[in-house]
């Protein structure tokens, strides 16, 4: 267990999540992650731009904090970023 702590401690340190954490003055742990919302047959390739816009891949970001005795715990899930993502340059209200 103490190596997965130290390796979600690591990627906030040097991974997706340094600039969102940085000079928070604790360590936390945190993990980006993707999932398809669709099956795709073994001789397939996967291409996400030939997807249904409904049909784009999901969006996954867990963390938690401080790192030695986690108090806040973190988990989310944007379905179909694609999706998401334009509704928020339509509106202009944030930035993935």
Known sequence: MIIIILALVGLTKAGTSARVVAGAGYLSGSRTGTAQAVTVGQKDKYKASKMEEHQSDHALYMAFAPADHPQIL??????????WRRACRSHRTSRV
């Open 74 to 83: 973190l988990a989310v899930i944007v379905e179909n970023v694609r999706l």
